[in-house]
């Protein structure tokens, strides 16, 4: 397992390669998150996986300030109240899509009438481009196919697929 704070997409050869190098023996719970992991990397890529959308796929616009109010611990950890305006439910709302994506580090760059194209914050020149119809991606068709892109790293939804814990 890559001893980095933040764990990288890395290809299925690497990930069992570098596992049996620092544990040197395949157990059951072994077995079953290589399988996950597979499984992971043969997901077709949306738009979801990287930045907040809603239900229905549309793209969520973070709330103003949000970055402030998701700061506050209480904010992060609370559970919902039903007492709650409708300020913090857009908040609340947003918080749990952004739980949802499975990439750390994204934001949009361009939303137009047929195209979302979206960078990694960390480093721009990775790019990805989005259809607005069916919100798949245009240059990469899985997970798999991004880890030509050396440099693009797991969210906690994404470890927690792989059975990693963090």
Known sequence: MPT???????????????????EGYADLQTLNMMKNYANFLKKPLTLGMFIPVDSHGTLLKEPKNYAS?????HNREAVPNENESMLFEE???YQKAEKKCLFRGFTMEYNGYSLIR???SYNRAIELTFNTNDLKCKNFEDIES????????????????IGIKN
């Open 69 to 73: 109010w998701n700061a506050l611990k």
């Open 146 to 161: 991004l880890t030509v892109l050396n440099d693009i790293y797991l969210d906690t939804a994404a470890l927690k697929i």
């Open 91 to 93: 908040y609340k709302r």
């Open 118 to 120: 979206i960078a990694a």
């Open 4 to 22: 980095d704070a933040f764990h990288k997409l890395i290809p299925m050869t690497a990930f069992v390669i570098e596992y049996y190098s620092n």
